[in-house]
């Protein structure tokens, strides 16, 4: 899972204009975060609540990026939606890594009412990257997690990460990576050396991670005319572990692929955050 634990930090960070400040929703090993740290500006808040994944995250610490500067941040013990909910503080990027959505007490941070706190949570033109899964996971709801995040965010992205796993950028603001900006951010040699870690050298390698541009992602999720989550009617909860040992990662990614463009080669356009090449 390295690559997608990287590129949760690394993708809305090459593609913010200058982020300061961080959330990210779940510890895990620490990865994501120390990616984060690799930017020399950034301060970092993470919200775990379980004290043993805290605690496990240290045997992790030789895959960290950079090391875990306390300085510039920190690890709130705590509820993500009460955080979001009670905090007045806002973030240039808010990532969103938790456990898969079939648990008890997780599913919670894949609803419509989750997505629309950390919407509020950023900054007017801050950037929010959710984790999605395709694995274990049939195709409708998937669909669905793509749909209610999509009502809450008017750009939107897809991006891969580890297989099986999708990245989704989401802003009120056009996001497109620009690849001088990731050029020059990759003359910093952190950020550069936890990209390599994972085969990604350039602005090219980067940008090809690419799935579907936001013409492709609201296509989909429109056409596909699935419901949306929330919070008193958790569609995802109850529908995810029906689809538990099955392998579903490929008709996923067929559907996925079902909706892109011929013309591939805007993605590799340098392109400012704000100019959206599909008005």
Same mark, same amino acid.
């Given at each position: 899972?390295?690559?997608?634990?990287?590129?949760?930090?690394q993708?809305?960070?090459?593609?913010?204009?200058d982020?300061?400040?961080?959330?990210?929703?779940?510890?895990?090993?620490?990865?994501? $975060?120390?990616?984060?740290? &690799?930017?020399p500006?950034?301060t970092?808040?993470?919200? @775990?609540?379980?004290d043993? %994944?805290?605690e496990?995250?240290?045997?992790?610490?030789?895959?960290?990026?950079?090391?875990?500067?306390?300085?510039?941040?920190?690890?709130i013990?705590?509820?993500a939606? &009460? %955080?979001? &909910?009670a905090?007045?503080?806002?973030?240039?990027?808010i990532?969103?890594?938790?456990?898969?959505?079939?648990?008890?007490?997780?599913?919670?941070?894949?609803?419509? @009412?989750? *997505?629309?706190?950390?919407?509020?949570?950023?900054?007017?033109?801050?950037?929010?990257?959710q984790?999605?899964h395709?694995?274990?996971?049939?195709t409708?709801?998937?669909?669905?997690?793509?749909?209610? *995040?999509?009502s %809450? *965010?008017?750009f939107c992205?897809?991006w891969?990460?580890s297989?099986?796993?999708?990245?989704?950028?989401?802003?009120?603001s056009?996001?497109?990576? =620009?690849?001088? @900006?990731?050029?020059?951010?990759?003359?910093?040699?952190?950020?550069?050396?936890?990209?390599?870690?994972i085969g990604?050298?350039?602005?090219?390698?980067?940008l090809a991670?690419?799935?579907?541009?936001?013409?492709?992602?609201?296509?989909?999720? /429109?056409?596909t005319?699935?419901?949306?989550?929330? =919070?008193? /009617?958790?569609?995802?909860?109850?529908?995810a572990?029906?689809s538990?040992?099955?392998?579903? $990662?490929?008709?996923?990614? @067929?559907l996925?692929?079902?909706?892109?463009?011929? =013309?591939?080669?805007?993605?590799?356009l340098?392109?400012s955050?704000? /100019?959206?090449?599909f008005?």
């Amino acid at each position: 899972d390295l690559a997608t634990q990287i590129l949760l930090a690394q993708l809305p960070l090459l593609a913010s204009e200058d982020p300061e400040s961080i959330l990210v929703i779940g510890l895990g090993t620490g990865v994501t $975060v120390t990616s984060a740290l &690799t930017y020399p500006d950034t301060t970092v808040d993470c919200v @775990e609540i379980d004290d043993a %994944v805290i605690e496990a995250s240290t045997l992790f610490s030789h895959v960290w990026a950079v090391p875990m500067d306390t300085s510039r941040s920190r690890i709130i013990k705590a509820d993500a939606r &009460t %955080v979001l &909910t009670a905090s007045k503080k806002h973030y240039d990027v808010i990532i969103s890594e938790p456990s898969n959505p079939w648990i008890t007490g997780v599913s919670n941070l894949f609803t419509y @009412e989750h *997505f629309t706190a950390c919407h509020d949570a950023l900054r007017s033109d801050g950037i929010m990257c959710q984790w999605v899964h395709s694995y274990y996971m049939d195709t409708d709801t998937l669909l669905v997690l793509f749909r209610t *995040f999509s009502s %809450v *965010f008017e750009f939107c992205s897809l991006w891969e990460g580890s297989r099986g796993d999708y990245l989704i950028l989401g802003s009120n603001s056009f996001i497109q990576l =620009d690849q001088a @900006e990731i050029r020059r951010k990759l003359s910093n040699e952190n950020i550069r050396r936890d990209l390599e870690r994972i085969g990604l050298s350039n602005p090219s390698s980067i940008l090809a991670k690419n799935v579907q541009s936001n013409k492709e992602f609201k296509n989909m999720v /429109e056409k596909t005319g699935t419901v949306i989550n929330l =919070d008193d /009617e958790p569609y995802v909860e109850f529908n995810a572990p029906k689809s538990l040992y099955h392998m579903t $990662v490929q008709s996923n990614r @067929e559907l996925i692929e079902s909706y892109k463009m011929p =013309d591939t080669t805007i993605r590799e356009l340098s392109l400012s955050r704000h /100019e959206d090449p599909f008005p």
